[in-house]
């Protein structure tokens, strides 16, 4: 048997990663949909690489543990990519927050249950959670570390306004909950860490460059001091790095890769 590789979300990020990450490796792609991962599987496949497919809602525990076992069939659970989500144009508070928020707690905790030794993970999450007005320490805290199952039932939580700000909280989650789930990792002999990425070009952010935050995504391209959006490949570029070897002290970290976006937002001429 192989060494596997587990992509959740295999869009444009997700595929670039597994192809960084996957040479000698099983890949299994869990989407949403069976259309979805059948798509990514036959664009990996014609880049060289064995794939399996599956259908899974991340927002499922059950689900999740599913994808576990299939892979646990397949070899050593070597990496686990972590690239699923709705933006806010594409869902409702409630789903964002159980899918990007809940669910991705929820693979951290089963895959770190799991993960071979030498094993790494990497969760996509976004600038977006580094937007939101500040927490407190004790909630942050919490966002870390509590239960994934108590998490949707925190009262900062649940009184977020709209859809915006549950994209935000569960990003802000995603980047935190890295650092909580590092301690566990370890235990295995593995390390875990976000990537909070800018304006990708995917169709997620195309949803959003023409969806109802069409004016302030567009204003955002303008100013942001890369001048342009990102491409997946510079986003599986850096998830290459900190997943391979050269990264071996590096755990429990966030990086932002956003060009420049975030620092425009707080430092540039109309923050």
């Known amino acids: 048997m192989k060494d596997v590789t587990v992509v959740v979300g295999a869009g444009g990020i997700g595929q670039a990663i597994a192809r960084r990450v996957s040479h000698d490796r099983q890949i299994l792609v869990a989407n949403h949909t069976q259309k979805s991962a059948d798509a990514a599987a036959k664009v990996l496949e014609f880049a060289g690489f064995d794939v399996t497919v599956m259908e899974a ?16 069939e397949l070899g050593s659970i070597k990496a686990l990519v972590q690239a699923a989500g709705v933006s806010p144009s594409q869902a409702p508070i409630e789903q964002i927050l159980k899918v990007d928020l809940y669910g991705t707690a929820i693979l951290l905790e089963e895959f770190g249950k799991v993960i ?29 570390t509590a239960p994934a199952e108590d998490l949707l039932e925190l009262d900062f939580v649940k009184g977020v306004k709209d859809t915006l700000h549950a ?14 789930e590092a301690i566990n990792w370890a235990k295995r002999n593995a390390r875990v860490n976000a990537i909070s990425s800018g304006i990708i070009v995917t169709p997620l952010a195309h949803d959003e460059h023409y969806g109802e935050r069409a004016d302030f995504y567009q204003s955002m391209l303008k100013k942001m001091p890369a001048g342009r959006a990102g491409t997946p490949d510079e986003v599986a570029a850096l998830a290459a790095h ?19 976006a975030t620092a425009n937002f707080f430092y540039g001429p109309d923050s």
């Open 242 to 260: 900190i997943m391979g070897p050269e990264a071996g002290f590096i755990t429990g970290s966030d990086f932002l890769i956003d060009g420049g």
């Open 116 to 144: 071979a030794p030498g094993g790494a993970g990497v969760v996509i999450s976004s600038q977006s959670g580094y937007r939101m007005p500040a927490l407190t320490a004790e909630q942050d805290a919490l966002l870390a």
């Open 167 to 180: 994209y935000q909280m569960s990003k802000r989650c995603n980047s935190l909950r890295v650092r909580g």
């Open 57 to 72: 809602d991340i927002s499922d525990r059950v689900a999740v543990q599913a994808v576990v076992a299939k892979a646990q």
